[in-house]
C-alpha cells in the first residue's frame, strides 16, 4: 500500500503530516491556506460539534447565522479589535466578473467596485455587535445567549492543516448580558464546557487558566483557555472564552434600559473551538502506525472484517453483531469489499484510526469465537460471539480512558518547576512541555523569555496557588507561577 | 404588542415580510444582500438539515468542505458554467488592510494585492471537480458520493429574505460515477429524497419534472426539480438535482480507469436545496395570524403555558407532561416567564408558528383537565391530565397530514389545462397556479411566452402523458404539455 508513515521519533512534524495525509483527513486547496477537508476527517468534526452543540443548547444556549461579510469600516470600531484583526484578512472590492474584452477568459469589471469594502470575517464581534443593537432595548431582552457554526478567514502566511489555516471552520459564541459578573460566569460556564469536552470526549487532558493581558483576544477584558500538551511537548491552545466586558457595547453603542430604567452599556463575552482541535486530537493519541480517534469521536468506532473474504455464514454474524451494536448505541460498519484482502483492510483501519476491529474467520466460527483487537494498545482477544456486542461496550470505554490516562500521565510529567532561567531553558529544551516559574508580571519579561525561547505564557492556572517568589527571568517579585511552553 | 400583519388579501408580498420579521426569522444585515437568520428562524433550518443529512447518509453520502473561494479561472473552465455563474459574484483581491496613512480608519493596502483574483463560491463545482481529479484514478475509487452544508454567495440585485439572498446557506451534493447510467439514477434518487423530504416533512406538495434546456443548470445536461406551489398562486424552484454529463470531468480533466483498464471521463451529478426552503414553507402554510410550522420541523412542537401565571401545581403538571412527551420522542418548552400575561404568550407563540399549545390553569385542573389547542385550525379542546401526551402525539400527526393535504387539495385545485393562448392568461391572472399547456419545444417561444405573461416553463413533468397537441402560443404540433407558472 505504500502507507507507511514517518515516526514520531525521525520528525515528528512530517509525522503530522503523514497522519493527516493518509488517514485521508484533509488536504492542501487549490487556494492558498484554504484545506479541503476529506470525508473521514469531516465524519470526526462532526461528531465534535454534535457534542458541542447539544452541550451548549442544554446551558440554555441557541443558533443563528450571522453575514460572512463584515464592512471595512466596522472592523475601526473597537480600538484594540483593529489591531488585533484588521490586518491579513481576505477583503472584497468588486461585484461583478464579466468576459475579458482581450481574451478568452473573465476579469473584474471594473464598473463593479464597491463603495465600501467588505472582508470575509476573520471573527464576528463586531457584524453581531452591530445586530444586537436593534435587539436589546431592556433588561427583559438579557440574557442574548447565541452561538453559530461558521466558516471564518485570516489570511495566514504559514498554514498546517486543522493547526492554521486561512479557512477555518469553528463555532462562536456571541452572549450579552445586564451584568459584568454574569457575563463573567458565562465566560466560565464555557470554558468548563470546553474542558469537559476535551477530557471526556476528546481523552485530552487541558490546563484551564486565564491569558496574560498580552495574549489576550483583541477587544477583550480577559481571555480564558484550555492548553492541551502534544507529544512533542509543545502546547496546544484548543479554546478561548473571552469576557469583553463593555468593549463592544461601547463601540456599537448597545445600551438597554436596566430594571431601574435606566440606561447601561450591555456587557458582552464570546467563545470559540475550532477545527484546529482535529488537529489536537490528531497530536494527542495517534502513534507511528497512524490516527487513533478516541471512540466518542469516531463516527464509526467499530469496523467488521471478514477473513479471508465474505461468505454467507460470515455475512449472517456481522450483521447481527451490528444490529446489536446498534441497540446499544454503537455504530459498526462491515468492510465487506471482496475484492480487497483482509490484510489490506486490517492497515487501511489502523491507519485511520477506527478503535475496534473485529475479525470474523470461519476457522474462529468453528470454535464460536470472534476476533477482536483494539486501536490503542494492538492487543487482540477471542470472544464468543454471543459476547461480543457487550465485550465491544466495554472495550470502548477501556480505550476512551485509556487514551485518556495516557495522555494525562504524559502531560503530568511534563509539567516541571523552575526556579531559575538556565533550569527554565534546559526543561524547554530537554523534556519540553509546561514550565511552572515565577514571572514578574510586566508584557516586557514575557516577550523577552519568548525571544529567548520561544516559549510564552500558555495561562495563568485558575484557582492558582500564591506563592512569594522570583521571576525566573529578572529576578523580580512574583506572587504566584504561570505556565510557560513552546505552542502551536 | 402591535404585532398585528398585513393580511394575504391585501398585500401578499408585505403579508410574506411581516412574518419573515415579526415571527423573528430572519432580517437584513448590514451587508447589502445578506441576511440574519435568527434563532427561531435558524432552529428551523437545523430541522431542516438534520432530516435532509440522515436522508443522504441512509443512501451512502458523506460530507466533506471545500474551500470558500474559488480562482477566477476556474470559472471559465466549463464554457456553460462560466456563462451562467461568472457574473454578479464578490470579488477578493486583496489579502491586507493596513492603517489610513491620511486618517484613523483602515484601508486596503496597495501591496497586498492578489496574482489572481479569488471568488466567494456561487456553487462549488468546479473548486471540487478540480480536487477530484486527484481523488479519483479508477473505476475503484467510484462512485463517490460526497455533499457538503455550505454558505454560498451571489450578489442578487433584488432580495428577499430567505427566498433570493446575496449569501444564503443550502447543501450540494457532488458525485463521481463510471457510467452514464449510474449518473443519472443518483440524480433521480435526489430527486426522490427532495420530493419525500418536502412531501413528508414540509408538509408541501411538489411536482417532479425535469427543466427545458433554457431553464437548466449552467453546465448541466439535464436538470430535475421539485416545484412547490405558493398561496398567491406562484411556483416556487425548491430544489433541483443535475445529471451533469462529462461536462465537468472534461473541464478538469478527470479521468477513471475502467475495469477494462481503459481511460474514460468521470460522469457527475450535483443538487441542492437551500434555506429558500423556508421561504416555502412560510409560503405554503402560514395565515393572516402568522408563521405555522409543520409539527416535524418545529424545534419544539409543543408550547405549554400556565394560566394566568405559574405556582407549583401548575409547574408539576407541566414538568410531568414535558417528560411524558419526551418518553414519545415529542420536545415541548415551558413558557413560563412570570412577567408575560398567558394573551401575550398566545399571541407570541401563535406567531410563532408552534403547532401546539397547552393552557395549563387552577380552573381545569380541578376538572383534572388542561386545554390544548392547535395552530393549524385553531381548535380547542379539554383533555384529561393523563390522555394529554397521547393526545398531544395523535394532534402533531393530525397536524401533519391536515397541513399537506390542505395544500394539496390548494395546489390540485390550481393546474389548469389550457389550449389556446387566451385562456392561458386568463388562467394565468385569475386563478394563477400552474398552467397545463402544450409547448412547440423551442426555447424561443418559451422566452416569448414568459416575455407576455411573466409565466415559465417550470418543468416537464416525470412519466409526463405523451398526446398528440398544438403550442399554445404558436400552434406548432406537441407531444405533451409542460407546467407553466409565475414562479419565484
Keep these: 500500500m505504500a502507507k507507511a508513515i514517518t515516526s514520531r521519533a525521525e520528525d515528528y512534524s512530517q509525522w503530522y503530516n503523514d497522519i493527516v495525509k493518509k488517514a485521508s483527513l484533509a488536504e492542501h486547496s487549490a487556494v492558498r491556506g484554504c484545506m479541503v477537508i476529506k470525508p473521514h476527517g469531516y465524519g470526526i468534526w462532526e461528531m465534535m460539534k454534535a457534542q458541542l452543540d447539544s452541550m451548549f443548547k442544554e446551558t440554555g444556549h441557541v443558533n443563528a447565522a450571522f453575514p460572512l461579510l463584515i464592512p471595512k469600516s466596522f472592523l475601526s470600531k473597537e480600538a484594540d479589535h483593529v489591531e488585533g484583526f484588521a490586518k491579513e484578512c481576505a477583503v472584497v472590492t468588486h461585484h461583478r466578473l464579466m468576459k475579458d474584452p482581450d ?47 461558521a466558516n471564518v478567514m485570516r489570511w495566514e502566511m504559514r498554514t498546517r492543516l486543522f493547526l492554521r489555516t486561512s479557512e477555518f471552520f469553528w463555532q462562536e459564541g456571541h452572549t450579552a448580558h445586564s451584568t459584568a459578573k454574569e457575563a463573567i460566569e458565562e465566560t466560565l460556564l464555557i470554558l468548563d464546557i470546553y474542558a469537559k469536552f476535551a477530557e471526556e470526549y476528546m481523552a485530552m487532558p487541558v490546563m484551564k487558566g486565564v491569558k496574560t493581558a498580552n495574549e489576550r483576544f483583541a477587544g477583550a477584558e480577559d481571555t480564558y483557555t484550555i492548553e492541551g500538551l502534544m507529544q512533542d511537548g509543545k502546547a496546544l491552545q484548543a479554546g478561548t472564552s473571552h469576557f469583553l466586558g463593555q468593549n463592544f457595547a461601547k463601540a456599537f453603542n448597545v445600551k438597554f434600559s436596566n430594571a431601574d430604567n435606566k440606561e447601561e452599556y450591555v456587557w458582552a463575552t464570546s467563545w470559540g473551538v475550532s477545527t484546529r482541535l482535529i488537529g489536537g486530537m490528531i497530536m494527542t493519541h495517534s502513534d507511528d502506525d497512524g490516527l487513533i480517534i478516541p471512540p466518542k469521536l469516531a463516527p464509526n468506532p467499530v469496523v ?55 475479525g470474523i474467520g470461519m476457522r474462529d466460527l468453528d470454535k464460536g469465537q470472534i476476533e477482536i483487537a483494539r486501536r490503542d494498545t494492538k492487543e487482540k482477544s477471542y470472544i464468543p460471539v454471543g459476547g461480543a456486542p457487550q465485550y465491544i461496550q466495554e472495550l470502548l470505554d477501556a480505550i476512551q480512558s485509556n487514551l485518556f490516562e495516557k495522555a494525562k500521565k504524559y502531560r503530568d510529567e511534563h509539567i516541571t518547576s523552575a526556579d531559575d532561567f538556565t533550569t527554565f531553558k534546559e526543561v524547554l529544551e530537554s523534556n519540553g512541555g509546561f514550565v511552572s516559574a515565577h514571572w514578574d508580571g510586566t508584557t516586557e519579561t514575557e516577550k523577552k523569555i519568548k525571544e529567548l525561547t520561544k516559549a510564552s505564557i500558555r495561562c495563568i492556572p485558575l484557582n492558582n496557588p500564591q506563592e512569594e517568589g522570583q521571576c525566573v527571568l529578572t529576578g523580580n517579585p512574583s506572587k504566584e507561577r504561570v505556565l510557560f511552553a513552546k505552542a502551536y
Design 304 to 358: 467488521i472484517i471478514p477473513i479471508p473474504k465474505p461468505n454467507d455464514q460470515i455475512d449472517v454474524v456481522a450483521q447481527e453483531l451490528i444490529a446489536k451494536l446498534k441497540s446499544l448505541g454503537i455504530r459498526a460498519q462491515y468492510d465487506r469489499d471482496p475484492k480487497k484482502r483482509p490484510g489490506f483492510k486490517f492497515a487501511e483501519h489502523e491507519l485511520r484510526g477506527i478503535p475496534v476491529r473485529v
Design 103 to 149: 481574451g478568452k477568459g473573465v476579469v473584474v469589471d471594473p464598473k463593479a467596485k464597491l463603495e465600501e469594502e467588505l472582508i470575509i470575517r476573520p471573527t464576528s464581534e463586531t457584524i453581531i455587535w452591530n445586530t444586537y443593537r436593534d435587539w436589546i432595548k431592556s433588561y427583559r431582552d438579557l440574557p442574548l445567549l447565541i452561538n453559530q457554526w
